[in-house]
Nanobody, 124 residues
Framework: QVQLVESGGGLVQAGGSLRLSCAAS????????MGWFRQAPGKEREFVAA????????YYTDSVKGRFTISRDNAKNTVYLQMNSLKPEDPAVYYC?????????????????WGSGTQVTVSS
């Protein structure tokens, strides 16, 4: 059945890097736009990055442009989020999600499948 499993979260120092992975199974991965969202305590879930079906189109929220990179490997049914130069405002639970041809890639309501999240903590 449909599954999205995130991994790669953990504790990192400010300025450091983490690579998150999200492995998908049970559905046609290559037919979906993939996205990463994050949610910090007391805050709303926010869009981080998205990548189109073939991996040629990527989208980022302004606060992570130049620091984060989203990619996908359709042969492995996996999407990645490379996070560099992590800042104190980046800690949150990060979620991967899948959307079938979303009209707005940043709208979490348009995503059909969600992982359970992985915690990212940044120390200063």
């Amino acid at each position: 059945q449909v599954q999205l499993v995130e991994s790669g979260g953990g504790l990192v120092q400010a300025g450091g890097s983490l690579r998150l992975s999200c492995a998908a199974s049970g559905w046609p991965f290559s037919s979906y736009t993939m996205g990463w969202f994050r949610q910090a305590p007391g805050k709303e879930r926010e869009f981080v990055a998205a990548i189109g079906m073939t991996g040629t189109s990527t989208y980022y929220t302004d606060s992570v442009k130049g620091r984060f990179t989203i990619s996908r490997d359709n042969a492995k049914n996996t999407v990645y989020l490379q996070m560099n130069s992590l800042k104190p405002e980046d800690p949150a639970v990060y979620y991967c999600a899948a959307a079938y041809r979303p009209k707005r890639y940043s709208n979490h309501d348009e995503y059909d499948f969600w992982g359970s999240g992985t915690q990212v903590t940044v120390s200063s």
